[in-house]
């Protein structure tokens, strides 16, 4: 006798590619956000500029910071014009905590304020820690863990210490098990997660907010495609992910607006795992990974 069928869950609209969607049905109320600013470091692509999109259909105003200038301009005219809403794209590097200073100087300028930090900006690649290089390894630590830092610390200075405010670090499931191929990339966000407690607790007492969304195999994603996750799924990797799916993008900032606006405004020093179940279930593949990945020096 078959068993019962599966309920169809409505997922949220999402496209694979670094463009705005073509529609979108609100699950909180459009004007959740509004006349807030947020300043979102990787805005320019992947889960940044969904983030960055999503908060403008609710009402706020952007910043998108990253290194590549062009990106920025070119997804801030898709931004603005899927929802009416000003975004303003900055070059940063969040490793040089002087350029990220120009960059909230200049969001101050143009905005007024800002309300809410989203620290996005990253870095990962499949390798084996034998085969990674000295370089290679400090580079991620320096984006994901100081980059994560350095900002964080510029923003509460020039504005959070003495108004409030919200931050939310993008992290990853990477660390909860030791995963294979990526000391590099799990040791920076084990230190973002304990970053976003010291913070919530020493910044709590000024009005910030500090918490963390931690994604699975988000598709559409330049870390998706990196990572292996196309090949996953074609051979049916993700029947072991509870839910028995990849994430998209727009589940990603609807996670995000909760942790950044009153939705949840009692939280702080939270990690929200959003990984339909993955990290509980699915196998650290040891072998698999090993053949997925290079054999050469990783060098950035």
């Not at 999402?14 to 300043?39: E, M, N, R, W």
Request: charged letters at 20%.
């Amino acid at each position: 006798m078959a068993g019962p069928k599966r309920k169809a869950e409505l997922l949220p609209e999402d496209i694979g590619t670094d463009d705005c969607l073509t529609s979108y049905t609100h699950i909180y109320s459009p004007d959740l956000l509004k006349d807030q600013v947020a300043f979102v470091t990787g805005g320019g692509s992947g889960i940044g500029l969904r983030i960055a999109e999503i908060f403008m259909r609710h009402g706020c105003d952007t910043v998108i910071a990253s290194r590549n200038l062009d990106k920025l301009k070119e997804a801030a005219k898709k931004l603005s014009a899927a929802s009416g809403r000003r975004c303003l794209p900055l070059c940063i590097d969040v490793r040089q905590p002087e350029s990220i200073s120009a960059a909230v100087d200049e969001t101050l300028k143009e905005f007024g304020r800002i309300d809410i930090l989203i620290n996005n900006a990253a870095g990962n690649f499949l390798c084996p820690a034998s085969a990674l290089s000295f370089n290679a390894f400090k580079t991620v630590i320096e984006i994901d863990t100081m980059g994560t830092f350095n900002t964080s610390k510029v923003v509460y200075d020039k504005w959070f210490k003495d108004h409030g405010g919200n931050i939310v670090n993008i992290s990853a499931t990477l660390p909860y098990r030791g995963q294979a191929l990526q000391v590099h990339a799990g040791s920076a966000k084990a230190a973002n997660d304990a970053m976003t407690k010291h913070l919530a607790v020493e910044w709590g007492p000024n009005g910030v907010r500090v918490n963390a969304v931690a994604p699975g195999p988000i598709s559409g994603t330049e870390g998706y495609r990196r990572l292996g996750g196309t090949k996953a799924e074609a051979v049916g990797t993700f029947q072991s992910i509870p839910l028995q799916r990849a994430g998209n993008k727009t589940e990603m900032a609807h996670c995000t607006l909760f942790l950044a606006s009153r939705a949840s405004s009692y939280m702080t020093g939270a990690i929200l795992v959003s990984d339909g179940g993955a990290w509980l279930t699915s196998p650290n593949d040891v072998s698999t990974l090993l053949g997925i990945a290079s054999s050469k020096s990783a060098k950035l």
